[in-house]
DNA sequence: ACATGTGAACTGCTTCACAGCG
DNA sequence: CGCTGTGAAGCAGTTCACATGT
């Protein structure tokens, strides 16, 4: 399959969240103009971002509202649950493990796990924090598809590259490091002390 | 001032994050090369970056650390205290709130808001949760910097257009939503969803 | 008539390559 | 000589504009 931009993905998935509004609110269809506009972007783009995947509109009306979700759902994977690891019960781990929202798209966490004894065995509303020395077994034995990484930045390479040698191929990484993998290996890197610093250089160079 | 990209801006953080690095490590000067191979990069791309903010190199050496380390916190405008409220005190906000690393940098919590009479009033370690209610009076006595947007996707446009008309400048927001603002507030989005999406994808269109 | 689908034009970020200077 | 600083070239993502289909 040809290239696709890692801001287009973002846009489809920005999409399957109107639609989905759309459809609770039972209307059928949806011009790539009423989409742009609720995802603050053009009516072009929409179009030229489904284009890659296919021609789902029909001329002159627009887009099925139902069909163009599920042609969504289907190209961003979402079909199957996705089970995620959490690595790392501290502030943040603990946080995300106890944050319901994932649920509903798919994505279902099987485990959780942290290195410190003193937080090992808590419960995480009905999981129990896993020893991370058994990180390994575990993953040869769950297969688990996403590992999420809420260690600390000291930590983080190290048990990326343990996750990594362990068979897993995507990450999304909490951590404030750069994270080297092969390039099987997928990594999204959310980082709030870079946006904090993005903030303050807007507020500091705005003219 | 020229335009300067938002890619550009998140690598000069980076940047900043290593120079500090090479700092407690002793090191006086650091190359182009170097500096790109620590971030993931190409020396030219670190050079055109700080090419936008001036010359700050010497020719066959490289950079000083330390100056070049504080050329850019004067560029990022980390050389003051920001002030930072929270704006929802549920798991995210909560567990943001008692994140005590974004002091280092210079961005202080000063409070937390939440609308849930069972929440207000709870203690995050040693800062209690203020009534929500109190948003706009609050904001026009303390003037707060940059608020962080940790409320349920159907408030989040309802609060920032409060925060934005009580005078507020810069947003990081934690809800799955588009916020609308006008030209002079900055808003930076944590999508947890879309990041996990961005795996999924990832994961079901490897060829 | 209306909205899609898509080459072509455009914009802007990245990479190249080399002149300039310590 | 080595590494920076920077125009020029290259490339990728966005926008334009219109032919196409209903």
């Given at each position: 399959m040809k290239h696709i931009a890692d801001s287009t993905v973002r846009r489809l998935s920005a999409y399957l969240r109107f639609l989905e509004d759309f459809e609770t609110r039972g209307l059928t269809t949806i011009s790539s103009d009423e989409l742009a506009k609720r995802g603050g972007t053009t009516s072009a783009q929409v179009r030229k971002d489904l284009s890659f995947f296919g021609s789902f509109g029909k001329r002159g009306l627009g887009y099925s509202v139902p069909e163009l979700a599920g042609r969504l759902r289907e190209i961003l994977g979402l079909g199957r649950e996705w089970k995620v690891i959490i690595v790392g019960a501290g502030k943040i781990g603990a946080a995300l493990a106890r944050h319901?929202?994932?649920?509903?798209?798919?994505?279902?966490?099987?485990a959780v796990y942290d290195a410190d004894p003193q937080i090992v065995g808590l419960d995480l509303d009905g999981l129990a924090v896993r020893d991370a020395g058994h990180l390994e077994r575990d993953i040869h034995r769950d297969h688990p598809d996403i590992a999420v990484l809420a260690v600390p930045e000291q930590a983080a390479q190290a048990v990326t590259d343990r996750l990594v040698r362990a068979g897993i191929k995507a990450v999304l990484n909490f951590a404030p490091a750069q994270l080297q993998v092969p390039p099987e290996v997928t990594v999204k890197t959310v980082n709030m002390a870079m946006e904090l610093e993005g903030l303050s250089f807007a507020l500091t160079n705005r003219e």
């Amino acid at each position: 399959m040809k290239h696709i931009a890692d801001s287009t993905v973002r846009r489809l998935s920005a999409y399957l969240r109107f639609l989905e509004d759309f459809e609770t609110r039972g209307l059928t269809t949806i011009s790539s103009d009423e989409l742009a506009k609720r995802g603050g972007t053009t009516s072009a783009q929409v179009r030229k971002d489904l284009s890659f995947f296919g021609s789902f509109g029909k001329r002159g009306l627009g887009y099925s509202v139902p069909e163009l979700a599920g042609r969504l759902r289907e190209i961003l994977g979402l079909g199957r649950e996705w089970k995620v690891i959490i690595v790392g019960a501290g502030k943040i781990g603990a946080a995300l493990a106890r944050h319901h929202g994932f649920q509903q798209r798919g994505f279902t966490i099987t485990a959780v796990y942290d290195a410190d004894p003193q937080i090992v065995g808590l419960d995480l509303d009905g999981l129990a924090v896993r020893d991370a020395g058994h990180l390994e077994r575990d993953i040869h034995r769950d297969h688990p598809d996403i590992a999420v990484l809420a260690v600390p930045e000291q930590a983080a390479q190290a048990v990326t590259d343990r996750l990594v040698r362990a068979g897993i191929k995507a990450v999304l990484n909490f951590a404030p490091a750069q994270l080297q993998v092969p390039p099987e290996v997928t990594v999204k890197t959310v980082n709030m002390a870079m946006e904090l610093e993005g903030l303050s250089f807007a507020l500091t160079n705005r003219e």
